[in-house]
């Protein structure tokens, strides 16, 4: 310890110098710790946690100071801004324990809407609440979601997260595809000028000490997914392009690129019947070190999406590797592939050991993996955690969730309501005799009479989630896939409703679900994509206006949406509603 040339923590010199000064004392061991950015989950008393049950990962004082790791993906909800304070605080002190003291970098998946998904997104527990993304693509407002941005970076910073693990740029040019309701929506000139504006709020002008490094996925646009099903899963594999739209699904990420977005994540899928090899975008090089490093100049890190090397167990169900077009290779030559293509992380991933002995046998170059962890270095100064790595918990406690935050979040809620049809019976008439299915009687208590029965009402409110296939394991489930279709049951339940008293139907559109049906039923149909009851409520009764517009075409039939091509946005036949439609009262 006594020949550690500590310069790097001199917080005066460029940050050229103080990442090569650290660079030059770590070992092969404290390098290959930074390649693996993993899921960690937080404990529910402030202090370190055990082993992780869900996904058998060890304990966290094992990560940091057995594995040498410093880069984790915070799982799971936070009891409290405190507590996520301290725990997050606990670990940074576990870093310091180690020889050269590299402090931790937390990130996280989207956690502030109302979606939740343990590989995608995450409810928002103790941070603002605001509409999942297509609800900002719906109101198409730049200022808008710099300010959520901003808001979300700083309940972020608070308790110790930096690394945003998106927003996922993506264009939905699939309606069936399980990922849009975290998208901006079909229309590619939306999706970069929102995309780069999210990049700004975290971000803002420059990284450095108050940022939030933004990871913009998938690169290069996840959208054009095959019969629309997600490569998280095997039968997802393939990304076709049979309009020939490569390009437009670029769009988004060179808007990112102008934004100055820190970091990228290639998507797990394959191109097909493209110039690229048709394996997935983290094992390709001819998309990240031909596309993204030659073509676009890009420097910052990039992260595979997680698992793309080891199998693993999800809820105690198998869940394989998604190593698209190279499942034939084992885990060690996957990752010799991921860092030929030029990739800097392996998401999801807690094998520093494999990384070493690949090294050691002169299949990687030691030269290789200062390029990467120069990068990771670099982030890791810019943002500050070197000279600051805690973060004050009574801060935390003020900061996130504040009356100033939530309310923002609730007025955006609000104005992403999407009208799609309304005979006149919108806006209700406070005090009326309620009938609602989808929200809770004491919420609807606060604007009108709740009754038991359809018959005894002067309106009913429904809520539905658009619809979905039943698949077969419980995490499939957490992503809304197959055909767009309400059940023969569901449309006949709300026909008879419907013809027992003016009834307003509210969809949950996480994909554009088929909604002719339903319009034809309904008195008034609404769209939300991420609402509180209060909130819907709120403007079924005049308090505030709908402003959202559709953030993407509402197809007439799953049938026009399978002939459809999957990279072409706006390409479903005659769709029932389009693009920017949305009423007023």
């Known amino acids: 310890m006594s020949d550690l040339d500590t310069r790097y923590k001199d917080a005066a010199l460029p940050v050229a110098d103080r990442v090569e000064i650290l660079l030059s004392q770590m ?34 004082e094992e990560y940091v100071n057995g594995l040498l ?19 997050h605080n606990r670990l940074q002190e576990a870093a310091l324990r180690t020889r050269l003291g590299i402090p931790v970098t937390v990130s996280t998946d989207p956690r502030h809407a109302f979606s939740d998904n343990p590989l995608a997104a995450l409810a928002s527990g103790a941070f603002s609440q605001w509409p999942d993304m297509l609800g900002f693509g719906a109101l198409g407002d730049e200022g808008l979601v710099e300010r959520f941005g901003d808001i979300a970076r700083r309940e972020y910073t608070a308790v110790g997260i930096r690394v945003a693990l998106h927003p996922q740029i993506d264009i939905s040019t699939d309606s069936r595809w399980a990922r849009q309701l975290n998208t901006f929506g079909e229309d590619p000139a939306t999706v970069s000028r929102l995309g780069a504006a999210y990049i700004r709020g975290f971000q803002g002008p420059e990284l450095g000490p108050e940022s939030v490094a933004a990871m913009a996925k998938h690169f290069p646009g996840g959208g054009p997914q095959k019969d629309g099903e997600d490569p998280h899963f095997q039968y997802g594999r393939e990304q076709v392009y049979p309009g020939g739209r490569f390009e437009q699904h670029l769009e988004p990420f060179a808007a990112a690129f102008a934004a100055n977005v820190s970091q990228i994540m290639p998507y797990y899928g394959m191109p097909v019947g493209t110039e690229y090899e048709e394996v997935g975008f983290g094992f390709n090089k001819s998309v990240i070190t031909g596309l993204l490093r030659e073509r676009y100049r890009f420097d910052g890190i990039v992260c595979t999406d997680w698992g793309l090397i080891s199998d693993s167990e999800i809820m105690g169900q198998p869940f394989p590797a998604r190593a698209w077009g190279v499942e034939h290779l084992t885990p060690r030559e996957r990752m010799v592939k991921i860092l030929d293509a030029g990739a800097d992380q392996f998401g999801g991933e807690a094998i520093p050991d494999l990384l ?75 005090g009326l005799k309620l009938y609602v299915e989808g929200i809770d009687a004491e919420t609807a208590a606060a604007y009108g009479t709740v009754v038991p029965t359809p018959e005894e009402a002067d309106a009913a409110v429904i809520r539905l989630q658009a619809p979905f296939e039943e698949r077969g394991t419980v995490f499939e489930n957490f992503f809304h896939a197959g055909s767009l279709d309400f059940p023969d049951e569901t449309l006949a339940h709300l026909a008879k409703v419907a013809a027992a008293v003016p009834t307003a139907v509210d969809v949950f559109l996480d994909r554009p679900a088929v909604l002719g049906p339903v319009a034809d039923t309904a008195a008034a149909l609404t769209a ?20 959202g517009r559709l953030p993407f075409d509402v197809p007439s039939s799953t049938e026009a949406v399978a002939a459809s091509r999957p990279d072409v946005p706006f390409d479903t036949e005659d769709p029932r509603f389009r693009f920017g439609h949305g009423l007023s009262y």
């Open 356 to 430: 070493v002995d690949i090294v050691k046998a002169g299949e990687v170059s030691e030269e290789r993996l200062d390029a990467s962890a120069r990068r990771l270095l670099r982030e890791k100064f810019v943002l500050g955690l070197f000279d600051h790595p805690f973060v004050d918990e009574d801060a935390a406690e003020r900061t996130v969730g504040s009356p100033e935050f939530l309310a923002a979040g609730e007025a955006a809620q609000r104005a992403s309501v999407t009208l799609l049809t309304n005979d006149g019976t919108l806006p209700l008439r406070k």
């Open 27 to 60: 070992t092969l061991e404290e390098k290959a710790g930074l390649f693996f950015h993993t899921m960690i989950v937080p404990s529910t008393d402030g202090e370190l946690a055990g082993p992780d049950p869900m996904f058998g990962g060890p304990s966290n």
């Open 528 to 547: 939300t994509y991420g609402t509180s009851s209060a909130a819907l409520l709120d403007v079924l009764t005049g308090k505030d206006q709908p402003r």
């Open 69 to 87: 790791m410093s880069h984790f993906n915070l799982l799971g909800g936070m009891p409290s801004a405190r507590l996520g304070a301290r725990w």
